[in-house]
């Protein structure tokens, strides 16, 4: 058990990709993503294992996502992930980003 303060410590927000593309230097299938998540946080980068379950042009068409946004940034190989987007296994083990099920506001914080 975890105290809820340590919950509220992690930053969850809503945004919405806009852009995506092939990230052939990843050891696993990845893309590159840019995603606006509002006016107080901006546009951050993250690089996300779903090459699975969806298309670039999938990502594009208003995708909204769930990601945590306060985590230090990470590099992988030459790109610098800004935000944990979230997911969960399928069967296979392949992700299906978190999303939420009607269009919310960029920057939404989860509670």
């Known amino acids: 058990m975890i105290p809820h303060c340590d919950f509220q410590n992690v930053d969850i927000r809503v945004g919405t990709i806009i852009s995506a593309e092939d990230f052939p230097e990843a050891r696993k299938p990845a893309y590159k993503l840019m995603i606006d998540f509002g006016s107080e946080i ?12 969806y298309t670039i042009a999938q990502l594009v068409l208003g995708m909204q996502i ?13 790109f610098v992930s ?3 987007t979230l997911g ?11 999303s939420p099920t009607k269009i919310v506001p960029n920057g939404g914080k989860v509670f």
Not at 42 to 53: D, E, L
């Open 42 to 53: 901006g546009i951050k980068k993250s690089s996300a294992q779903i090459t699975t379950h």
């Open 66 to 78: 769930v990601a945590v946004v306060n985590f230090a940034p990470k590099k992988i190989g030459p």
């Open 88 to 98: 969960l296994a399928d069967g296979q083990g392949d992700v299906v980003v978190l």
């Open 82 to 84: 800004e935000v944990l």
